[in-house]
């Protein structure tokens, strides 16, 4: 059964407010919920997220220098809320070993689609929280993410994708999830660095979901361990990953679309056009 959604999200015209919660580790007790906003219950949520709160091998975070900092997506079934998870390095277990916490945002999909707010600007909020509440629990205020200036007008989803993959990746992606809403893609991001491969994300996300309105992806900004890779529709990689036969490898440098285009979804293809071209006719949010 679905969760209860969250009834927050409200704006004032200047921020918009949305639940969230923080698991990590904890000592003496380890991984589990760590803080809460106020009346969420966060285990409603927790079928979405069982099996991968902190889906990357701790290999990732062997040392001090190691930074860890990447996205998650998960739209719920009613399709009127995502979880937006940041997952970053923990405190240290008892035995010295690196953790992960994953610090989560319930997002309502009516105010990004709006433009209101971007993805980037939530995922800015939540690692700003985390910069300055690094011990926090049992409760934590709402989330605070600033609501685009109406001065600058509507927001164009996918401005500036051209800088991160071809025309001819976009489409192909597109077309492979028109296709088969189901499907499973990697797209490969080489000699990227993991802020541009969060960006990447971020762009695609909108620009698919909210500008050409095809189905939410269950998504991830780097390639995660392999028994958490198929929960996942969408993954953003500098490398391939070992997977099995109903994951496609895309390139974002691809040079020909490698699919035939679908019929009667014409209107999709020029809004890719468009956005890509950086034309006057990129998609508005609505």
């Not at 929280?129 to 011990?135: E, L, P, T, Y």
């Not at 685009?148 to 071809?166: D, Q, S």
């Not at 994300?201 to 991830?220: D, F, R, S």
Request: net charge negative.
């Amino acid at each position: 059964m679905a969760p209860a959604e969250s009834d927050r999200g409200a704006t004032d015209g200047d921020v918009v407010e949305f639940d969230h919660w923080i698991y990590g580790v904890v000592p003496g007790v380890g991984y589990t919920t760590k803080a809460v906003s106020h009346g969420l219950d966060a285990g409603l949520y927790d079928p979405y997220l069982r099996g991968h709160y902190t889906p990357i091998r701790a290999a990732a975070a062997q040392t001090a220098e190691d930074e860890v900092d990447l996205h998650m997506i998960h739209p719920l079934r009613t399709g009127r809320e995502l979880l937006l998870s940041r997952i970053s390095r923990g405190i240290p277990d008892e035995a010295g070993r690196p953790t992960f916490t994953n610090h989560t945002v319930i997002a309502r999909t009516d105010v990004l689609r709006s433009g209101e707010i971007t993805l980037e600007a939530v995922y800015r909020s939540v690692k700003e929280f985390d910069r300055k509440a690094a011990d926090v629990g049992p409760e934590v205020p709402l989330l605070k993410v600033p609501a685009r200036p109406e001065a600058e007008g509507p927001w164009r989803f996918g401005n500036g994708i051209h800088k991160h993959l071809t025309f001819p990746a976009i489409e192909s992606l597109a077309t492979r999830i028109m296709t088969d809403p189901n499907s499973r893609t990697l797209l490969l991001c080489r000699n990227t660095t993991a802020e541009a491969r969060k960006a990447t994300l971020n762009l695609v996300y909108e620009l698919l979901a909210w500008g050409c309105g095809l189905p939410l992806m269950t998504a991830i900004s780097e390639a995660p361990r392999s028994s958490a890779l198929n929960f996942f529709n969408f993954v953003v990689a500098p490398r391939g990953v070992r997977a099995d036969s109903t994951w496609a490898i895309l390139e974002s440098a691809l040079s020909e679309s490698v699919l035939p285009r679908v019929l009667d979804r014409d209107e999709v293809y020029r809004v890719l056009t468009a956005t890509v071209r950086q034309s006057a006719d990129l998609p508005l949010a609505r």
